[in-house]
């Protein structure tokens, strides 16, 4: 089935320890991101990549890194993580071409993280 | 900083109306315009993109752009409790990154 892929689900982690969340997309899109959404706050993007190779600072990049060694897979990893990382994380993908009009980005199915 | 804001809601409408959802953004220099639908849990799902002034259309959804006024709007006709949900709006940023709204929460009673 094709679509993105979030992996864990769900996960409860103690302060401090670092934090592998994975994506992965089998649609072939140049173009991956990550966001993170708190009640009241709303999508706030953490990083993107346009490409393979390349990764960009969204608007919350502080304490999360991420890598895209390939096409397909877009980890976000949290070094040491806090209490305020407590949320619901989604990665998304999407068929970028500069200059195009539209960029329907796609969302994964989320992952809830509780950082206690 | 680039927003786009939403009045947060709830929006309540019976079942059978119109519900009109608006939506604020802050860089005149967005070209293109979304409108995703959140249930409670899910992820987003786009349901309708505009990037011409005026209006678009798709069965029950209409959206409409006024690039004057920053203004975007999504009107649902036909209400069903099915579409209770969070809509967010979302311009593009430049590049591949889009800003999105914190959301309206409709609330359609039968």
């Known amino acids: 089935i094709a679509g993105i892929t979030q992996a864990p689900t769900s996960q409860i982690l103690a302060a401090g320890r670092r934090m592998t969340l994975r994506c992965t997309q089998d649609m072939r899109h140049n173009a991956m991101y990550w966001y993170r959404q708190d009640l009241g706050l709303g999508l706030r993007l953490i990083h993107y990549s346009n490409t393979a190779g390349t990764t960009g600072k969204g608007e919350v990049p502080d304490g999360y890194s991420v890598s895209r060694a390939n096409t397909d897979d877009f980890p976000l990893t949290l070094a040491s993580a806090v209490p305020s990382q407590t949320s619901v994380y989604f990665c998304?993908?999407?068929?970028?071409?500069?200059?195009?009009?539209?960029?329907?980005?796609?969302f994964g199915p989320g992952t809830r993280l509780t950082v206690l | 900083q680039k927003e786009v804001e939403q009045n947060s809601g709830p929006l309540s409408v019976p079942e059978g109306a119109i519900a009109s959802l608006n939506c604020t953004y802050s860089d005149r220099g967005s070209q293109s315009f979304f409108w995703y639908r959140q249930y409670s849990g899910k992820s987003p799902e786009l349901i309708m993109f505009i990037y011409s002034n005026g209006d678009k259309e798709d069965g029950r959804f209409t959206a409409q752009l006024n690039k004057a006024s920053q203004y975007v709007s999504l009107l649902i006709r036909d209400s069903q409790p099915s579409d209770s949900a969070t809509y967010l709006c979302?311009?593009?940023?430049?590049?591949?990154?889009?800003?999105f709204g914190k959301g309206t929460m409709l609330l359609v009673s039968p």
């Open positions: 979302a311009s593009d940023s430049g590049y591949s990154t889009l800003t």
């Open positions: 998304a993908s999407s068929e970028w071409a500069s200059g195009a009009s539209y960029n329907e980005q796609f």
